[in-house]
């Protein structure tokens, strides 16, 4: 059985952690060293605020309201870590070189919920740190095959976990008419929640990727088809999340940041 796992707040100033946010993941299970190697935390003042994905070697994506508005001073990325308070024997803590949120970014609605951190250095690729492809998420595969991952709370209102955690998500085509058509545009967000109403980000997941198994020439690869943006937190659990949809992104990705390095990792099933 799952166990508890949800990602929340930081009760403190000094966090940062983005206004109004929400981003905790409930439902899910300890990740194991090396199991989810494009995983990154974004923390502010040493304190973790949210997650992203490594791009490629110099560029890492989250949200825009991770980091729009704070100082790049205040705000550094870990790769490699598994523990947010025993550093691990590969993590890599590098500081920015320079934040693009997407330039059209709608800081009350959240549309355009997406953003770049360029590195002051290269990630050191290894079985701990690894880039992960993105593409156009399927919401007719059978089964969807997806997950999120990352750091968080397992309470409303608590702290980040101390452990990276993981979660699947099995209703990738779910209805978020809820949030009202200023809130949820289908083009640039993906809905998509739990059928069992047990699993969910909240507070402070922004940034978190949403992955899926894709099957490229009978290959399997984990993909990522979208970032954590927001919900109505997470108290009622039936709630489907909106996650930033990253193939509407692509021309501005690649203008940005490049092209991604050809996929290397060898798919392993984490169920």
Request: glycine share 10%; hydrophobic share 40%; proline share 6%.
């Amino acid at each position: 059985m799952l166990s508890a796992l949800v990602f929340t707040v930081l009760l403190t100033f000094a966090s940062g952690a983005p206004n109004g946010g929400t981003g905790r993941l409930i439902g899910g299970t300890q990740a194991t060293q090396g199991q989810f190697p494009y995983v990154v935390s974004i923390s502010r003042f040493d304190q973790h605020i949210c997650g992203g994905f490594i791009y490629n070697d110099r560029w890492i994506v989250t949200t825009a309201k991770c980091v729009f508005g704070k100082p790049m001073a205040e705000l550094k990325v870990t790769v490699g870590a598994l523990s947010l308070i025993t550093p691990d024997p590969e993590e890599q803590v590098i500081t920015f070189l320079d934040m693009v949120p997407f330039p059209q970014y709608e800081e009350a609605t959240q549309k355009h919920d997406i953003a770049l951190i360029e590195l002051s250095r290269p990630i050191v690729f290894g079985a701990t740190a690894q880039p992960i492809r993105y593409d156009e998420i399927d919401e007719l595969a059978t089964p969807w095959d997806a997950k999120i991952v990352g750091w968080g709370a397992t309470f409303e209102g608590g702290v980040p976990a101390t452990r990276l955690r993981w979660a699947p998500i099995d209703d990738l085509a779910a209805d978020c008419r809820a949030y009202g058509i200023d809130q949820y545009i289908q083009n640039f967000m993906i809905c998509a929640g739990s059928t069992t109403g047990t699993i969910s980000p909240c507070q402070y997941d922004e940034g978190t990727p949403l992955t899926q198994i894709a099957n490229y020439g009978g290959v399997a690869e984990e993909i990522v088809v979208g970032v954590m943006s927001k919900n109505q937190g997470c108290t009622d659990l039936t709630v489907p999340s909106i996650y930033t949809r990253l193939a509407t992104y692509y021309s501005w990705l690649l203008q940005t940041a490049g092209q991604q390095p050809a996929p290397t990792r060898t798919y392993v099933n984490s169920k």
